[in-house]
T-cell receptor, first 114, second 115 residues
Framework: EDQVTQSPEALRLQEGESSSLNCSYT??????LFWYRQDPGKGPEFLFT???AGEEKEKERLKATLTKKESFLHITAPKPEDSATYLC???????????????FGKGTKLTVNP | NAGVMQNPRHLVRRRGQEARLRCSPM?????VYWYRQLPEEGLKFMVY????????ESGMPKERFSAEFPKEGPSILRIQQVVRGDSAAYFC?????????????FGSGTRLTVV
């Protein structure tokens, strides 16, 4: 089955200290890689979808990139409100039968201290 | 335009009781997905439903768990004879169609505690 591994498990940054989160995956034909943000007690909030190696997406202080084997979520000059768990998922599709699902990594818990 | 609505937000059940979790998808969405998040674990797929049809239930435990998405009303995830290991956060997501490119919209979840 497809595997998604995120690292590090937890990351503490000072406000303004840029860094990157990693998501490595093994899939038989990528049909989309998703990044979500999850705050405590809430559901995942959609951030980005990437489909092909070399693709990049940006949103405020976040930038997601994709290679053939991994994706990075770059956080530039983070603020305390960026503290959350960031989840990576790949979309798995059953060619025949119409089924699909997201396979998630365990997430990276990011804490940004003021 | 309300998002995906799940209720209750918190549910406490004694071992052996039944738990019913409800999910109302976003307006116009006819595809519903249920995921379970255990402590220290990632989100795990359980079941994918369209109106009146179960498309894929490969992530559902073989016993005690069932799901439905009727023509009218919310999707229901039902857990019979709950055990302590069922304690988890259960999330529902919906999409307008299959093969979405903008991601699935998740609800805030139901946190089930079995005592």
């Amino acid at each position: 089955e497809d595997q998604v591994t995120q690292s590090p498990e937890a990351l503490r940054l000072q406000e303004g200290e840029s860094s990157s989160l990693n998501c490595s995956y093994t899939v038989s034909g990528l049909r989309g890689l998703f990044w979500y943000r999850q705050d405590p007690g809430k559901g995942p909030e959609f951030l980005f979808t990437l489909y092909s190696a070399g693709e990049e997406k940006e949103k405020e202080r976040l930038k997601a990139t994709l290679t053939k084997k991994e994706s990075f979520l770059h956080i530039t000059a983070p603020k305390p409100e960026d503290s959350a768990t960031y989840l990576c998922a790949v979309r798995w599709v059953l060619t025949q039968g119409g089924s699909e699902k997201l396979v998630f990594g365990k997430g990276t818990k990011l804490t940004v201290n003021p | 335009n309300a998002g995906v609505m799940q209720n209750p937000r918190h549910l406490v059940r004694r071992r052996g009781q039944e738990a019913r979790l409800r999910c109302s998808p976003m307006k116009g969405h006819s595809h519903v997905y249920w995921y379970r998040q255990l402590p220290e674990e990632g989100l795990k797929f359980m079941v994918y439903l369209q109106k009146e049809n179960i498309i894929d239930e490969s992530g559902m435990p073989k016993e005690r768990f069932s799901a439905e998405f009727p023509k009218e009303g919310p999707s229901i995830l039902r857990i019979q004879q709950v055990v302590r290991g069922d304690s988890a956060a259960y999330f529902c997501a919906s999409s307008l169609e299959r093969g979405v490119t903008y991601g699935y919209t998740f609800g805030s979840g139901t946190r089930l505690t079995v005592v």
